[in-house]
């Protein structure tokens, strides 16, 4: 180990332009080689990262968005636009997730406001309705140097979170504080970071060499069967125990609540389609504080109800509508996405 550890202090010390180096090598690689219990000297042709040694979660990891299915599908197209011979002339892919491949025109006001963002010259120059131009010069000004490729907080643009929580005010009759919304692009990172808060056996520190060498610990996490993918594969990268509770068909797709110990809820479902009723979002929030559980709510398809009778209930309205101790001790994250949510 000794050997190791010199030989790697006396490669950080050659770089001489990056002040600190030498050390953050000597403490984190030296630290990753006695996690991983392996010394064993490697030749050029072999590789630091494989199948056989990686964390063994990122390879049972499984996401049917992206998964075998898709895969021969694109394999198929690939043929027959090779000219290969078969029963069929074209694939069609029946996926709502992808609506703009399957036809769905983009809403111009986005795609007009993305456009004047990101070249801002067209503001002046062309002839857009001035609520686009109103909304890219927001959007620009509070940007740092007016450019949307400066870098921006973590949690997002001030601005866009205020605008967020105005909304959730209006949708909910409540007040939202802005401080506690989360802007992450693309949608799916949001709860899958989330998720990685449970899983830590290592330190902070260690952490930022990758989630590929990060070997979480084992805790249990509840979602629902049926799921959306996301929800599984998100567990299998962090270690975390899946522990599904099933959907009651007979009661369109609601909870039984006898059958829930644990905390992901899908409201309107995903993809069953369910909408749960107020009282049956009372029943999840009663149990979820009975036994200390943080409650995921994914909401994203919220503006996409289209039954009869069906109404949207946020679980943030109600979780205040219930009133103490629950609005103030409940633990709750909510979920919501521009591209799955206002567009469909």
């Known amino acids: 180990m000794s050997s190791v550890r010199c030989k790697i202090s006396r490669a950080a010390s050659t770089m001489r332009f990056w002040p600190g180096l030498s050390g953050w090598l000597e403490q984190n690689v030296t630290r990753l080689i006695i996690n991983n219990q392996t010394c064993n ?29 898709v895969i021969c599908a694109a394999e198929i197209e690939k043929e027959l636009k090779e000219g290969a011979k078969k029963p069929y002339k074209r694939v069609i892919k029946a ?25 801002p010259e067209l503001i002046e120059k062309y002839d857009f309705p001035s609520d686009v131009k109103q909304r890219a010069r927001e959007i620009l000004g509070a940007c740092g140097g007016g450019s949307v490729g400066a870098y921006s907080m973590s949690h997002g643009i001030e601005s866009i979170r205020r605008h967020v929580a105005e909304y959730i005010e209006r949708r909910d ?24 808060s449970f899983s830590a056996t290592i330190s902070t520190e260690d952490r930022q060499v990758g989630e590929i060498l990060f070997y979480p610990t084992s805790t249990s996490v509840m979602i629902p069967i049926p799921q959306y993918p996301l929800y599984s594969a998100s567990l299998a990268m962090y270690g975390l125990e899946q522990v ?3 959907l009651d ?8 609540i006898k059958c829930i110990s644990c905390l992901v809820v899908i409201n309107p479902g995903n993809p069953t389609g369910q909408v749960l009723t107020r009282e049956n979002i009372e029943s999840i929030l009663n149990f979820a504080y009975k036994h200390g559980l943080l409650l995921f709510a994914d909401e994203v398809y919220q503006d996409n109800i289209y039954a009869e009778g069906s109404e949207f209930y946020s679980f943030k309205k109600v979780v205040r509508e219930m009133g103490e101790p629950y609005s103030s001790e409940l633990e709750l994250a909510s979920f919501m996405s521009v591209n799955k949510g206002y567009m469909g």
């Open 244 to 246: 599904g509770y099933y």
């Open 173 to 196: 009759g409540h007040a939202s504080d802005w401080r506690n919304v989360w802007a992450h692009r693309p949608a799916h990172q949001t709860p899958s970071r989330t998720f990685s």
């Open 249 to 256: 068909e007979e009661s369109n797709w609601g909870l039984d």
């Open 95 to 119: 996926s709502i997730g992808d609506a703009q491949a399957m036809g769905q025109k983009p809403i111009t006001f986005i795609r007009q406001v993305l456009a004047c963002v990101s070249y």
């Open 41 to 69: 000297p490697r030749t050029m042709a072999s590789k630091v990262v494989s199948i056989e040694n990686i964390n063994p979660n990122n390879v049972k990891l499984k996401y049917a968005v992206c998964g075998s299915l």
